[in-house]
């Protein structure tokens, strides 16, 4: 039976293990960023063991291999972060403390996020919105929903071109169109809608490139080509209702992410981007 959390589980069995066995166990608490996302050779050659030695690891604290290991490190890593500044908003608070709460899980919320993500991982994603014949985005719901709309418009402001898509139907219909050159690029923080997964394997299996902004440990993580990981806790039911960080946080991303491709394609880009801005402030200007 898995443990409740593998990393407190790696920690207490560490001293029992055979020798090889424990210096993969130092080696993935000494960088569980690294332990989640390698190889097998990967590991190996980091902990300086054999690739045998690394499954026998895997099996020795309770997973069934490679895989399942790094699904169960991935999901203690989520699991463990210390970040609950947003349980704490009472309903008594004034509005100045609830304030404070608020831009701090914010901000906590965003560190978190930038420290889990791999800078590699995300260098991968702009190469291949850059390089895109068209980005079709997957979300459900009021926070990811709106969140895949809003990476669309992002992504037609530096001329690519993109749509975005929360109906389930219209999900699987537009991810069985999908053709190689295309990327599906899902968001979903807990990883688990059965409507976007299923869509994005769909996507995957038309030869489309496939993108996910997500919680690490998520089943929508290992369905995808490219994997951006956050470690952000659900929101818990409180009252009040508490801020959604996950929301602003998967906003910041895609922002991010765009200025990327921007990047990429400048100057071109840039230039589309600033004259799109003009003509929006103009057009405003003109209504006021």
């Not at 608070?93 to 701090?104: E, H, P, Q, S, W």
């Not at 068209?134 to 418009?153: E, H, I």
């Not at 929101?235 to 491709?261: C, K, N, Y």
């Amino acid at each position: 039976m898995p443990a409740a959390n593998l990393i407190h589980h790696i920690r207490d069995v560490a001293g029992s293990l055979r020798p090889a066995e424990r210096k993969v166990a130092d080696m993935v608490l000494g960088d569980v960023d690294f332990a989640m996302r390698a190889s097998i050779t990967e590991l190996a050659q980091r902990a300086d063991v054999s690739e045998p030695s690394v499954t026998r690891f895997c099996r020795a604290v309770g997973a069934h291999g490679l895989r399942d290991f790094k699904m169960q490190l991935a999901q203690s890593a989520a699991g463990g972060v210390p970040y609950a500044a947003f349980a704490e908003v009472a309903s008594d608070d004034g509005i100045g403390t609830l304030l404070d709460k608020v831009a701090d899980a914010v901000v906590q919320g965003v560190a978190h996020a930038r420290a889990s993500l791999d800078p590699a991982v995300v260098e991968a994603a702009v190469a291949a919105l850059g390089r895109a014949r068209r980005v079709v985005f997957f979300g459900v719901g009021a926070g990811s929903g709106l969140v895949a709309q809003d990476a669309a418009l992002s992504m037609l402001r530096v001329d690519i071109a993109a749509s975005a898509f929360v109906d389930a139907h219209l999900q699987r219909l537009y991810a069985g169109m999908m053709e190689p050159g295309d990327v599906a690029f899902a968001i979903s923080q807990s990883g688990r809608s059965v409507e976007v997964n299923e869509s994005m394997q769909i996507a995957k299996e038309r030869g489309a490139t496939t993108i996910a902004l997500t919680n690490a440990g998520s089943r929508l993580a290992w369905i995808v080509d490219i994997a951006l990981l956050l470690r952000l806790p659900a929101s818990p039911a409180a009252e009040p209702p508490a801020p959604g960080v996950a929301r602003l946080v998967h906003l910041a991303v895609i922002d991010a992410l765009a200025i990327g491709v921007a990047q990429r394609l400048a100057p071109n880009a840039l230039k589309k981007l600033r004259d799109a801005n003009a003509r929006s402030d103009e057009r405003a200007a003109g209504d006021a």
